[in-house]
């Protein structure tokens, strides 16, 4: 928990309320004491302030924050003198896309796609940069009063003209739930990574449900590495074909086979009645994670089954057929 607090002042901010209260960090509104904007303030709690790579996540997210300049993403704010470790950032009057989303809910399709086709521009500008996100998910989502969203949170983000990115220590990179399969296999991803989350995203708006059930983050990530995503019109039957078309072309597993460009993605949102369906979901064989794991113990089994025939095929050979003993 944090030492400041609503009435407080930091630098040449007055903290007005406490926005949000996170593991890692507390977001405050604020206001800016020189020129009366209100701003936003991601404050780290005093335990992470002094960690090199949180502080490293804070730099990169003010770094990149401050090179892109696009309506639907959140525009970090330069501040001239900190005395201590604090992100500014515009002030949105908004909520996190997670608060739109509750399992088996799905938000209607012309709310769903409207917010869909923002991401989907957001990633052609992001793209364009040479930015990669690499953690979009609806709790990175901010959606305005007016239906417009900003993406936030660029801590793991891979800036290419900077050629430099965050590991943060030995974890995987992303959400699990949203994160692409090679990510889940500890690559660092590119803007395919980018499509597939937005991918995930939709899913979720259209049906209220993941296209990886699994129970803790581990088990997602062997789904997602060893099965095909459910079809999402087994959650939502009425879903249009070319809508599923379109999710399960961005979720591909393997990304050579995934929507290639952001710029594709957004002509086929845009246009889903020119989109052309392959019969993609019908070709899916999703297994649950249960079923994964009888099939890698069975493959065990018999991988421990075949050694030992082996060797007792040895074994009976050399007795059947003794070597006969060489005179000197």
Not at 39 to 50: C, D, Q, R, S
Not at 302 to 307: D, V
Request: proline share 7%; glycine share 8%; hydrophobic share 45%.
């Amino acid at each position: 928990m944090n030492d400041i607090a609503v009435g407080d002042t930091l630098d040449a901010y007055r903290i007005t309320a406490l926005i949000a209260r996170g593991a890692t960090a507390d977001i405050f509104k604020a206001v800016d004491a020189r020129s009366g904007a209100t701003v936003t303030i991601k404050l780290p709690h005093p335990a992470y302030e002094g960690d090199p790579l949180f502080h490293a996540h804070f730099q990169r997210e003010a770094q990149i924050g401050r090179r892109l300049d696009d309506a639907r993403i959140l525009k970090v704010l330069p501040a001239d003198v900190q005395t201590r470790v604090y992100l500014v950032t515009e002030y949105v009057d908004g909520v996190s896309l997670r608060s739109l989303l509750a399992p088996g809910r799905a938000l209607e399709t012309h709310q769903a796609l409207g917010i869909a086709r923002q991401l989907a521009e957001a990633l052609v500008y992001l793209h364009g940069q040479q930015v990669i996100h690499r953690d979009l998910k609806p709790e990175n989502v901010l959606i305005t009063p007016e239906g417009g969203i900003k993406i936030l949170d660029f801590g793991i983000a891979l800036d290419r003209p900077r050629r430099g990115f965050t590991w943060l220590g030995s974890t995987l990179m992303g959400t699990p739930d949203y994160m692409a399969p090679e990510q889940a296999r500890g690559l660092r991803g590119d803007e395919r990574s980018d499509i597939c989350a937005v991918g995930v995203i939709l899913y979720e708006m259209l049906t209220g449900a993941l296209p990886y059930p699994a129970d803790g983050p581990f088990d997602v990530m062997q789904y997602k590495l060893g099965s095909d995503p459910i079809p999402p019109t087994r959650f939502r039957p009425d879903l249009d074909p070319r809508l599923e078309e379109i999710i399960l072309h961005a979720i591909e597993r393997s990304p050579r086979m995934r929507t290639a460009t952001a710029t594709q993605l957004l002509a086929e949102l845009v246009n889903p009645a020119q989109v052309s369906v392959t019969g993609r979901a019908a070709r899916l064989r999703p297994r649950s994670v249960r079923a994964q794991r009888v099939r890698r113990i069975a493959m065990y089994v018999i991988s421990a089954l075949l050694i030992v025939v082996g060797l007792v095929t040895l074994v009976w050979l050399a007795n059947r057929f003794p070597v006969p003993p060489t005179g000197r």
